[in-house]
């Protein structure tokens, strides 16, 4: 009898989904890196609301005084939002909060994952938006190269959410076709129609000449096999 393999072994759930929520605190008491940090923790941004559309950035910029995505970079994501037609609540929250340049990137994303899981949890998003690299590593817990994966997308399994790539907002700045792509990429991310990839299906292997046979039975009956 043909034996089944599956397309995804293992644990299926992001990083952000197996992460303990860590509610907010403004002076880093909860924060594993509170001693190697010297800025203020900073909270997401928007209306808290189910279906929002989430917006998450790499980390603090330095124009960003008054929280993700509040600077110069964070104009011109929130102009490519207002463009795009989303009609939602929406919400800006970062990978890392603070400074914390003591320590490596991978450190820093992990310590600030918790405060994330409690944004998603609070606001139940209807779809995730990531900035770049870090933001991914965040949700996902793996690092994405967002350039080359434009128009890309995860799913978050247990929580049925799509996570969609998008180039990081601090390029946009810098160079004009990236702005453009900005703006198109936001505007995909909002309305595209997305199916969550098959995490728990499986495919029958073939081992043997009766489990070609039965295979390319189904296949002549139009059944996937």
Known sequence: MASALAYYPGETL???????????DRGRSLCPLAAQSHTICHQPKGKIAPGALLVVTDHIGRSDH????????????????????????????VAVR??????????????????????IEDTEPARIIVLG????????????????????????DDLDIPVLFVRPDYQALRNRIYREELFDDIA????????????????????????????????????AF
């Open 66 to 93: 008054a929280g993700p995505l509040s600077g110069r970079a964070g104009a011109l994501v929130k102009a490519a939002v207002s463009a795009s037609g989303w009609t939602g609540p929406v919400v800006y929250d």
């Open 133 to 156: 690299g870090s933001a991914a590593e965040s949700v996902l817990g793996r690092r994405v190269d967002v350039a080359s994966a434009r128009t890309g997308f995860a799913w978050l």
């Open 188 to 223: 995909w991310a909002v309305s595209v129609e997305v199916e969550p990839p098959p995490l728990h299906d499986a495919a029958t292997l073939v081992r043997t000449e009766r489990d070609a046979l039965d295979a390319e039975a189904g296949l002549r009956a139009g059944l």
């Open 14 to 24: 992001a990083a952000v989904e197996s992460e303990q929520p860590r509610p907010y």
């Open 98 to 119: 603070c400074d914390s340049t003591t320590v490596s990137h991978r450190t820093a994303v992990e310590a600030c994952r918790g405060y994330l899981a409690q944004t």
